[in-house]
């Protein structure tokens, strides 16, 4: 009961701030005049989401299509334009993620969500820090950490990678010239 009435309280604060008009005015002028650019970062947790979803066994083939990077671009877009931001960061990249996970709750989810009954959290930007944690986590455990760099340091990486074996191959090789007295 007390739960309940700091819940209506909440609601009746919310709605006399945000009455259905102001908000439908506000969203107008965010939609028609904020524009938001993705950060790479933003870019780089949604494209690794993308990825392991592809990745996942009993995943939906009919869901995981380019469509669905683009459904999460525009959600991130839109989250940071409520927010009234010209720049999509990894935190909107992050609601957008828990939009498209909740909305395939009946598949296998991806991450954990916490239950959408609950109500809101005192704290709800802690709140999406600690899924976003969560879902840096899960997307390191299915495409491992590279995801995470910038892709002139995957390609840095790479190349050292191919330098390195190619080390390796020539190494292996002179050893072979020397045993057999070519050296």
């Known amino acids: 009961a007390k739960i309940a009435n700091k819940e209506r309280k ?3 604060v919310s709605e006399s701030m945000w009455p259905f008009e102001r908000l ?3 969203i107008a002028h965010v939609k ?3 524009h938001p650019q993705l950060t790479e970062d933003a870019e780089r947790l949604l494209t690794a989401y993308y990825q392991a979803q592809r990745r996942l066994e009993g995943r939906s083939v009919a869901r995981t299509t380019i469509r669905m990077l683009e459904s999460l671009i525009r ?4 989250h940071a334009r409520l927010m009234y931001r010209s720049t999509a960061t990894r935190l909107d990249a ?3 993620v828990c939009l498209v996970e909740a909305s395939m ?3 296998a989810p991806f991450i954990t969500l916490p239950a959408t009954n609950a109500g809101f959290e005192e704290n709800p930007d802690a709140q999406i820090r600690d899924i976003e944690v969560r879902l ?3 997307l390191d455990e299915e495409l491992g950490p590279e995801w995470q760099h910038h892709p002139s340091e995957r390609e840095e990486m790479q190349r050292k990678r191919a330098r390195a074996d190619d080390d390796d191959e020539n190494d292996e090789n002179e050893e ?8």
């Not at 959600?75 to 839109?78: E, G, I, P, S």
């Open 24 to 26: 439908r005015q506000y």
């Open 105 to 107: 709750l009946s598949l």
């Open 136 to 138: 840096m986590r899960r």
């Open 94 to 96: 992050t609601v957008a």
């Open 10 to 12: 909440l609601q009746e």
């Open 32 to 34: 028609s005049t904020i």
């Open 75 to 78: 959600l991130t877009q839109a």
């Open 176 to 183: 072979n010239d020397f045993r057999r007295g070519n050296a």
